[in-house]
């Protein structure tokens, strides 16, 4: 028995060890995360050690407290949801008792009322001020502008808001205000509600910062021990993110459903340092963030796009009742002439829809014209082969729902809506679909109509705003 006793002490006499030291490499992980006590990237008894001797603090997962009326009410302390509605309670095993859990971040491991939530309690980690700008290219002078504007809200530590019509290269103008804050030994945070907008960027943002330890989240992608100065992620993983950075850009916020668009801010706020400045850039804000910007912070706005050519005006012609026709099995002749001529003329081509299910009715009367021609849309098997099948000019064009609505670039693409009159189509969509038309420099212009059943005010509005802008206008 006396060997068992030896062991015990050996290891007591451990963990007080660990106790009274401490894993810097524990410390830069978790500094400006909040994250599940029980799923990090350490030994549980690492983990624990650092509890006990204070550098990591816990907090309950959720936080329940009655109402006046005696009610309950939960907080989630991981993602800060408070809408009631996404909150179940169940008979838990573990804590013996009615449990109540968040639905709104499930996705990221269950927090309940007896999960444990870990934040780093002692000093900050110190990061690198040596970083190189390795990119070559040349700033026109308004984006140079707008990107001295932007160092300049940083400094001031102002919200500002990059309104940079489709195609003017709003990444570029942030590589210099990025750079300064990492000189700086700042920590910066890129954010897109998009997975595709973060794979995107992450090729350009590593680089562009050579020597900067750059990491991308997203759903998905694995959970590593580094402590990166400049993070890419999607909105979602902000959630285990506590006073982390001391700037985030979040790039296409509107890409977000606009009632998402709260519990997103929340997140976004959540992350940022208190004091932090939060940006946007976007080629389409709301209303809403233009007149909160207006008057908190500053907005640059850029009406070229980098070839300098305007944007593309979108041209209306009426496709009476194409709902009926594709049903019946008989392609509206409009639509089928257009699509001819862009075969003839070997032209790429997007056609948008608003509705699957009659998209892929389309889809078989597409094929007709040419077999080639497939139907994409967000949770299509073979969505990401097809569009690069398009790129690679061995498919002659698709259709789409809105989620090719950004982030993609064909050269010499032409688009055509199909249905421009459909809700879904609002303003900032048809902007953005706009905005595919004329991107390179071979090809600065092309074709962009609008079929329709009924011309809306969003698609006046959207045209109007087109207008405006290439006339050098800002929108208000
Ligand atoms: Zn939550
Ligand atoms: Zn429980």
Redesign the pocket.
């Known amino acids: 028995m006396v060997g068992l006793n030896e062991e015990v002490n050996k290891i007591r006499n451990g963990v007080l060890r660990m106790a009274n030291t401490f894993d810097p490499s524990v410390r830069d992980f978790l500094a400006g995360r909040i994250w599940l006590r029980l799923h990090t990237p350490f030994p549980i008894e690492t983990i624990d050690a650092h509890i006990q001797s204070q550098h990591i603090k816990t907090i309950p997962?959720?936080k329940t407290t009655k109402t006046y009326a005696n009610q309950t009410r939960h907080i989630?302390?991981?993602?800060?949801?408070t809408i009631q509605s996404?909150f179940t309670t169940f008979d838990c095993a573990k804590c013996e008792g009615p449990c109540t859990y968040?639905?709104?971040?499930?996705k990221m491991g269950r927090?309940s009322t007896c999960t444990e939530l870990i934040v780093w309690n002692a000093e900050q980690p110190i990061y690198p001020t040596n970083h190189t700008l390795a990119w070559q290219g040349i700033l026109t002078p308004r984006q140079q502008q707008a990107s001295n504007e932007l160092t300049e809200s940083n400094t001031k530590r102002i919200p500002h808001l990059i309104h940079a019509v489709c195609g003017s290269g709003k990444t570029e103008i942030l590589f210099e205000p990025i750079h300064k804050l990492l000189l700086a030994g700042k920590r910066v945070c890129i954010a897109a509600p998009r997975v595709d907008v973060i794979l995107e960027l992450e090729p350009r943002l590593r680089a562009a910062f050579p020597e900067t330890a750059i990491e991308a989240l997203y759903g998905g992608a694995e959970t590593t021990t580094d402590s990166a100065q400049l993070i890419l992620a999607t909105t979602h993983q902000l959630?285990r993110f506590r006073h982390a950075f001391d700037a985030i850009f979040v790039d296409e916020a509107d890409a977000f459903p606009y009632t998402a668009e709260e519990t997103l801010r929340r997140a976004v706020r959540k992350a940022a340092k208190p004091e932090a400045p939060v940006h946007f850039v976007t080629a389409t804000p709301s209303d809403k963030l233009l007149n909160e910007i207006k008057k908190t912070g500053q907005i640059s706005t850029i009406n070229r796009r980098y070839h300098g050519h305007p944007l593309p005006i979108p041209r209306y012609d009426s496709l009476w009742n194409y709902t009926k026709h594709i049903q019946k099995g008989k392609l509206p002749k409009k639509l089928n002439n257009w699509t001819e001529e862009r075969l003839r003329r070997k032209e790429p081509f997007l056609i948008f829809f608003h509705h699957i299910g009659l998209m892929e009715q389309a889809e078989l009367l597409f094929k007709q014209l040419d077999t080639r021609i497939h139907a994409v849309h967000a949770s299509h098997p073979d969505r990401k082969e097809h569009v690069q099948a398009l790129r690679n000019k061995e498919v002659p064009g698709l259709l789409t729902t809105t989620i090719l609505e950004r982030g993609i670039t064909i050269p010499n693409v032409q688009v055509a809506v199909v249905g421009a009159e459909q809700l879904i189509f609002n303003k900032g969509a048809l902007i953005q679909i706009g905005g595919r038309v004329g991107r390179s420099e071979q090809h600065p212009s092309g074709d962009f109509v609008l079929f329709h059943h009924g011309i809306t005010y969003a698609m006046d509005d959207a045209k109007k705003e087109i207008i405006q802008l290439n006339k050098g206008g800002v929108p208000n």
């Open positions: 997962g959720i989630c302390n991981r993602c800060e949801n996404r968040c639905r709104h971040c499930l927090v959630y």
